[in-house]
């Protein structure tokens, strides 16, 4: 099974509004981390925000929230007002356990802002 | 100077070459990683290294070898390398393995001629 799945794997999202993009996982293991990460065309992969799974509330960075819903074993990213610079691939990823050994992540969603 | 640098950004090779690839961070972090992209896949953790040391190698083929001289340097050592090779090759730090959080250089974009 996988661990990570992100379902879409193309969205588009008009400037200025807010965007979701979907990420179930899979463990067994009562610690575990999630992140996302976004990689523009150049191809580096910029960290945007971290949940943990004990943290109890929903991580927040800037114009990026995590809806964490640990029963559903979802970690939804939700973009607030869209810019044109946001447009890239999104990878959802899961650390497992308390080592970086076992680090998985997700095929990506490719986002595109609409001007 | 920018977190994670590797380069080459970007390498053509025959499949009889022996090429390498660079990774530097100047984040002060003590665990490397090198990762797998290939097209349409998840990304692929190959070596994980904390403090010089190997700690995993995820069934990585032999014609791709690692190396760490220091906490600050990794090193991903190629040949023989087979078309299916071909993919970016991306590059993490985090201060150590047991950190939440990875940061990555910008990758070497890799294709096997």
């Known amino acids: 099974a996988q661990k990570i799945t992100q379902t879409q794997p193309g969205m588009f999202v008009q400037e200025k509004e807010a965007v979701t993009l979907d990420c179930t996982y899979d463990?067994?293991?009562?610690?575990?981390?999630l992140f996302w990460y976004k990689q523009p065309s150049s191809g580096e992969m910029i960290f945007l925000i971290y949940?943990?799974?004990?943290?109890?509330q929903n991580a927040t960075e800037g114009r990026y929230s995590l809806n964490f819903q640990k029963a559903r074993k979802s970690a939804n990213l939700v973009i607030s007002a869209s810019q044109l610079g946001d447009s890239a691939m999104y990878f959802c990823?899961?650390?497992?356990?308390?080592?970086?050994?076992?680090?998985?992540f997700g095929t990506g969603t490719s986002l595109t802002v609409i001007p | 100077e920018t977190g994670v640098t590797q380069t080459p950004r970007h390498l053509v090779m025959g499949m009889t070459n022996k090429k390498s690839l660079k990774c530097e961070q100047h984040?002060?972090?003590?665990?490397m990683y090198w990762y797998k992209q290939s097209a349409k896949k998840p990304l692929e953790l190959m070596f994980v290294?904390?403090?010089?040391?190997?700690?995993e190698n995820n069934s990585v083929p032999s014609r791709f070898s690692p190396e760490c001289p220091n906490s600050s340097h990794l090193f991903l050592h190629l040949h023989t390398l087979q078309p299916e090779d071909s993919a970016l090759y991306l590059c993490?730090?985090?201060?150590?393995?047991?950190?939440?959080?990875?940061?990555f250089g910008p990758g070497t974009r890799l294709l096997v001629l």
């Open positions: 290294y904390n403090f010089k040391e190997q700690t």
């Open positions: 990823a899961m650390r497992e356990g308390n080592t970086g050994n076992q680090f998985y």
């Open positions: 993490a730090s985090s201060q150590d393995y047991r950190e939440e959080t990875q940061y």
């Open positions: 949940q943990g799974s004990y943290d109890q």
């Open positions: 463990t067994s293991d009562p610690s575990y981390g």
């Open positions: 984040l002060g972090h003590n665990a």
